[in-house]
């Protein structure tokens, strides 16, 4: 157990009355609430926190912040809780976690990967790209598994996640994002309007950099008291609503921001009380106010990346917000003034403090007075020039700057700790996000906010504000602004020491091409790497990007960006702004899959859609299969049966017997109007002036361009009114279709649609016995041959209930589709099953549906047809009305190509061996000794046992086909090919007398 | 005699209990008639109202008489509701009121099902599907209409501060109703 | 996600909305009328303009209503909304806030 040599006695916003552990690749630490996994660990002397992605090297925090590109850690909450890639700095310390290193093995201290470090020359810019390329038949056994095992970012969760994740769709007049002094100002000016006011920020408390203020003072309290008294401000109005831990990440079309609020992980396991782990809010905000601040730069040196060597700010947080000591003896390298206020609170902490400054001593005489009263000491006019140490920073080697620009001899100041800031930069990411245009302020050296694409402000650091009191106004402003408030407050604040000499690589005295001086820290990407890159005619900044995956990593280059872009820019000879600014794209930090899916898993992965019958089919025993969003019964298993024989069960009892299928999932469309029939002779090939009400009949319709879309048997129920059955995938696109046309080509039409899919549950009776068994159910209708023949319908009761009684078959044998409302299907069900029971009722599923209209050469629209098949491909040209002068792709069928000759067309095939059944899919070849590529004929559509046949049968689409009758193909097998006779594709009941049968 | 001896019954397309998750309580509805009414809104203008409920509310907005509702849902569609025992009473009067107009008349009475969602929390666990402004300004008791759930088309009737109707198609309504509850622990 | 006004419904949510391509692009009166190359160019030919665009748009999932909107494709922009069947109006993208 640790006690945490390097927390300081006073100070910090952690409760020293609350201590916790944490476990950090197997070792205890103690810390506090209000830590996170790093401040823990550096209160304990830890900065060893990660290796490198390319080189392995050793790696501790840099910042204190959502930026950090090196500490990523895995935590394990236990049972399932895994999750790779936390930032140590914003992964909050609880009892009991679980933290572990990443990227390294055996051991962090000891890693094998670090072998990488000593090539480093080879593994320059481009690496991969060079050197994997040949030969070709290497990369897929050899490269890419030995590169994957080496490279990626931390080890996925192998087990499914335990946690509940919520999604929120969320309203409000105003978001504000970022809880800093801006942000703050901001909500306080809007909560006042009345308005609802979201405020959100990704901290734990909300304060942004105020949290680490321990001097400035705003309306004369101190800074961190006006946070208190202003959250308590915002707390007494109802109309605001404040999220902690909540990261706006996207910021998307018409002010729809994405968050992810992170709920449970800060609290110790078994307090969640159920809550969700995180949840997704997507807000649609009237206005939005950005206030995300900024980002601390690095200084680009030779070995800047040993542990030990952070950002100047984040030591300041870490002495100041955290009471830990980052070090015992700490040099501030810097070229800009914001480095003077953290040595002056790090020496008043009580450590010692000496700074670098690279500007020159007249460019820096009132930050040197500061330093001076203060009794810190200051090189100014120094460069950076390297480090010493290895797992840990022990040195800074600095040298003079001569007039000249050439560098003067070197001094190492010894030291345990090195911050670094080479100025820094608004955080625009979001702003950018919401396609706002950022323009290049060459004072500050900073792409800044400019002209704005959506109801957005940008207000405070983010817009290049970095005083105080000029955030506070500025911040207030905005809000007041997006809440129509015409109001304005100054504050008086501290002044802030600002402002910075840009300075993209720290000159040396070294070749530049020999040092390892890192831009991006989190991808490994070095001031070497983009040179060599721009040498090698990489010369716009999203190629570079590329070639060198600067800015690519998780960060998103939070920290790299602007010194690599400065550098190019250098290389390049340019300035800043020609060179440009790569674009941020969402997420601005990473999003937990779970957010992202939410409650969309398991049970809620998709609706699954089951018809009244369902109940009855599971407990009989149906194996199901998906169809579209429904499930349906897909063959009725007996005792030991497999589904051949089912199906050949099943299908024989339809033929010689009778079948009972659940049909409910048929698409139903009631066209009600006066000008139904004209709608329906628009939308379908045939004709329906004459169709008798009473009548059914076989409906083909196409898209415009004259391929078959549905199909499906519509009954005439009055002169006004249609009950129109579509396929069951077909449903929603056909009654789609009719609407638009319906609304859009033919709105002066009188008719009106409406989905009756799930009114009428379908109950069909197929097979000779089905009006025996159906009949004495039935009220008010006849069912006699003569009275009700095949293909009409009749309304009345069946089992008391109202029906609509269609005399239909897909099967070829008689039968009829008793459609009731659904409520009712299920007992009306029970009770015609119960009855046929002596009749040796076979209940059938898809599976045996499919083969019975297959052995009636029945098409299946989706499978015979895939939207390039036309009415006469599939040998239904005969439908098509020749007297109607329109309907909708009545002129595509007379487009050149859809009446050219060898159009595939629908046959029979019967394979030589009986036995054989081909694979649907399967290519049709005339010759397969052919020369490659062998002219394919077509391809096999349908295929099936058929057991009224006796032996395999199969449809297909052939070119030319009917004119084939008789000739012989080669099918494509896995195993080569199988001959077949191209025949009609009719295989029983040629002439169709079954289905006319007459009272028995 | 048959019709006596095998009169249907009626199976609800979900288990009949009522759910209560953190306060939010997901109810299934006892079965309705409903009839789906189109006609052009100049007509209906013309009529004013059928079977006593105004047609002239604002679409998104439902006109309630007795047990008796219409749903504006668009510009010439209204969905109109009654005790399940009055569908073809309801569709008669209707029907009367139109005579010689032209209208479509549909029972869609099988084919949706309701949920009442109540409690504080419950504007809460329906905008974890819900992509609308659920507050009471933005839609305030009497509006109804139809809208998403996660990946299910409902309709949404607002019928009190803290009391929403939800209505699907039957065969989403385990689906919406495991949404519901599932939203509700996440609120 | 986009919010679209719905003529009859307001503003809503993109998620309830089906996008149906470019509008003004009337069905022929008598297809037969035409030859192939005028039927395949309405059958196939639509624009593409970077700027203000005549679109189609369906509120599937609210009053199932079909209108149409001018968008401007740069910004995602909408200029306004209005019914279908009635003549695009006369404005521009500077029209819209
Ligand atoms: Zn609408």
């Known amino acids: 157990m640790s006690r945490q040599p390097f927390r300081l006695e006073r100070g910090g916003r952690i409760d020293r009355s609350r201590p916790l552990t944490i476990r950090f690749d197997g070792e205890t630490f103690t810390g506090y609430a209000g830590d996170t996994v790093a401040s823990t660990l550096l209160a304990n002397g830890v900065h060893l926190m990660g290796r490198s992605f390319k080189y392995h090297r050793p790696r501790g925090l840099l910042s204190v912040g959502t930026d950090e590109p090196n500490a990523l850690l895995s935590a394990d909450r236990g049972a399932g809780r895994v999750d790779p890639n936390n930032r140590a700095s914003v992964l909050e310390a609880v009892d009991g976690l679980v933290t572990g290193s990443q990227n390294r093995w055996p051991s962090l201290a000891f890693d094998v990967g670090a072998v990488n470090d000593v090539l480093s020359p080879v593994f320059v810019a481009g690496f991969y790209y060079k050197t994997f390329m040949w030969p070709r038949s290497f990369w897929d056994k050899v ?22 994740y919520a999604h929120r769709h969320a309203h409000c007049d105003l978001l504000v994002v970022g809880a800093g002094p801006a942000g703050l100002a901001a909500a306080l000016a809007a909560a006042r309007s009345g308005k609802r006011v979201m405020l959100a920020d990704e901290q734990a408390e909300p304060g942004g950099a105020l949290l680490h203020d321990v001097t400035s003072t705003i309306d004369g309290v101190p800074a961190q008291d006006w946070v ?188 345990d700790c090195v911050g670094m800031s080479g100025g820094w930069t608004p955080a625009v990411h979001l702003f950018s996000q919401s396609r706002g245009k950022l323009a290049y302020d060459a004072g500050q050296d900073a792409f800044l906010p400019a002209s704005h694409a959506q109801a957005e402000r940008s207000a405070g650091a983010c817009a290049g504000t970095y005083d105080l009191a000029a955030c506070l106004a500025a911040g207030f402003a905005a809000g007041a602004q997006a809440a129509s408030l015409d109001e304005t407050r100054a504050f008086e604040a501290s002044p802030a020491r600002t402002g910075f000499q840009p300075m993209r690589v720290m000159p040396t005295d070294v070749d530049p091409g020999r040092v390892r001086a890192f831009v991006d820290f989190q991808n490994d990407v070095t001031a070497k790497d983009l040179k060599l890159a721009v040498r090698e005619g990489f010369h716009s900044i999203e190629h570079v990007k590329r070639y060198t995956t600067t800015g690519m990593a998780t960060d998103q280059g939070k920290t790299s960006n602007m010194n690599a872009l400065g550098y190019v820019a250098g290389l390049l000879d340019k300035e800043l702004p020609q060179v440009g600014t790569t674009t941020f794209r969402p997420p601005y930090t990473p999003v937990s899959f779970g957010a992202l899916v939410g409650p969309s898993k398991g049970a809620l992965f998709d609706p ?31 005792d030991g049966e497999d589904m051949h024989a089912a199906v050949a069960r099943e299908c024989a009892a339809v033929r010689e017997g009778l079948g009972i299928f659940d049909a409910s999932t048929l698409g139903k469309i009631e066209v009600v109007g006066p000008d139904a029939a004209e709608f329906m002779n628009r939308m379908y090939v045939n004709g329906w002036s004459k ?84 009949a004495p159910f039935v009220s008010d209708i006849d069912l006699s041959n003569e009275a009700m023949p095949h293909m009409s319908v009749r309304e009345g009761y069946v089992c008391g209930v109202p029906t609509r009684l269609m005399r239909v078959s897909f099967t070829g044998e008689l039968g009829y589709e008793v459609n009731v409302p659904a409520d009712h299907a299920l007992s009306v069900w029970e009770t015609l099953y119960d009855a046929g029971r002596a009749h040796g009722i076979t209940p059938y599923g898809t599976e045996t549906m499919h083969v019975l209209r297959a052995e009636k050469g029945f098409i299946i629209v ?78 096999v559509t349908s295929s099936y046992w058929s057991p009224a046949c006796g032996r395999t049968i199969a449809l297909a689409l052939v070119a030319d086909g009917r004119a084939r009758m008789g000739e012989t193909v080669h099918v494509t097998t896995p195993g080569g090919f199988a001959r077949a006779t191209i025949r009609n594709p009719v295989f029983v009941d040629a002439e169709g007398v079954r289905v006319h049968a007459r009272d028995s | 005699m048959l019709e006596i001896r095998n009169q249907a019954t009626r199976t609800a397309p979900f288990p009949l209990a009522t759910e209560t998750v953190k306060g939010t309580a997901i109810a299934p509805l006892p079965p309705r008639a409903r009839l789906s009414l189109r006609l052009r809104p100049a007509e209906a203008a013309r009529i004013g109202s059928v079977a006593g409920l105004p047609l002239d509310r604002p679409i998104g907005t439902f006109a309630a008489h007795d047990e008796r509702r219409a749903l504006r849902l668009g510009p010439d569609e209204w969905l109109v509701s009654g005790p399940a025992d009055e569908t073809d009473e309801l569709g008669a009067r209707i029907a009367g009121d139109l005579a010689g107009i032209v209208h479509a008349l549909v029972d869609v009475s099988h084919r949706n099902c309701g949920l009442a969602v109540s409690g504080a929390q419950a504007e809460a666990a329906l905008n974890a599907g819900c992509p609308l402004d659920l507050s009471l300004a933005a839609f305030p008791v009497g509006a109804a209409t139809r809208t998403l759930l996660g990946k299910a088309e409902i309709l949404l009737v607002r019928v009190d501060a803290a009391c929403f109707e939800v209505e699907c198609w039957r065969s989403f309504a385990e689906y919406v109703r495991t949404f519901l509850v599932e939203a509700a622990r996440g609120t | 996600m986009l919010l679209i006004t719905c003529p009859h419904c307001g503003p809503r949510p993109e998620l309830e909305f089906r996008y149906g391509g470019e509008a003004h692009v009337a069905r022929p009166a008598d297809p037969s009328a035409l030859d192939d190359r005028e039927w395949s160019e309405f059958l196939f030919v639509r624009n593409n303009p970077k700027g203000v665009f005549a679109e189609r748009w369906n509120h599937a999932h609210g009053c199932q209503r079909w209108f149409n909107a001018l968008r401007d494709t740069h910004t995602d922009a909408f200029v306004t909304t209005y019914p279908a069947g009635t003549a695009r109006p006369d404005m521009a993208a500077e029209d819209v806030r």
């Open chain 1, 862 to 939: 989706g499978q015979e047809t895939d939207g390039t098949v036309t009415p006469d491909d599939v040998g239904l040209g005969g439908m098509v009305s020749k007297v109607k002068r329109d309907f909708v792709g009545m002129r595509s069928l007379a487009r050149p190509d859809l009446v050219a000759s060898g159009r595939k067309q629908l046959v029979g095939l019967e394979t030589l061996d009986p036995n054989e059944r081909l694979d649907e899919g399967a290519q049709i070849v005339v010759d397969p000794s052919a020369p490659v590529p062998v002219p394919m004929l077509g391809h």
């Open chain 1, 143 to 164: 490269y890419e598994p030995i590169i994957r095992a080496a490279a990626g970012l931390g080890v996925a969760p192998a087990g499914p996640d335990p946690d509940r």
């Open chain 1, 691 to 774: 169709l008798a009400p009473g009548k059914c009949r076989y409906g083909l319709m196409l898209k415009e361009d004259g391929f078959i879309l549905d199909d499906g048997v519509v009954a005439r129920l009055a002169e006004d009114r249609f009950h129109v059955t579509t396929t069951t995938g077909g449903a929603a696109r056909v009654l789609a279709l009719m609407e638009d046309y319906l609304q859009t080509e033919w709105p002066d039409l009188d008719v009106f649609l409406t989905s009756v899919t799930e009114q009428w549950a379908v109950i069909a009776l197929q097979g000779p016995k089905a009006r025996e068994v159906l």
């Open chain 1, 608 to 638: 699954v859609r089951k018809t009244p019958i369902d109940s009855w089919a599971e407990a009989n025993g149906a194996a199901f299969e998906p169809v579209s969003l429904w499930r349906r019964a897909w063959y009725f298993p007996e």
């Open chain 1, 228 to 415: 208190a008294q202003t959250i308590a401000a915002l707390d007494a109005h109802e109309n605001v609503v404040v999220l902690p831990r909540t990261t706006a990440f996207g910021y998307y079309n018409h002010n729809h921001v994405a968050l992810v609020e992170r709920i449970t992980d800060h609290l110790p396991a078994g307090d969640t009380h159920g809550a969700p782990r995180e949840r997704l809010w997507q807000v649609r905000a009237g206005e939005v106010v950005l206030a995300t601040g900024s980002h601390e730069r690095p200084l680009v040196f030779a070995d800047n990346d040993r542990p030990g060597i952070m950002l100047a700010e984040s030591l300041r947080i870490l002495v100041n917000r955290y009471a830990v000591a980052p070090g015992r003896e700490i040099v501030l390298a810097t070229t800009g003034s914001s480095a003077y206020t953290v040595a002056a609170d790090l020496k008043a902490a009580g450590l010692a403090v000496t700074i670098v400054d690279a500007r020159l001593a007249v460019d820096c005489v009132a930050d040197t007075a500061f330093a001076a009263e203060r009794g810190i000491t200051v090189l100014p006019g120094h460069t950076v020039v390297g480090s010493k140490g290895r797992l840990r920073v022990s040195g800074l080697i600095v040298a003079p700057l001569r007039a000249d620009g050439s560098v003067g001899p070197r001094r190492t100041l010894a030291c």
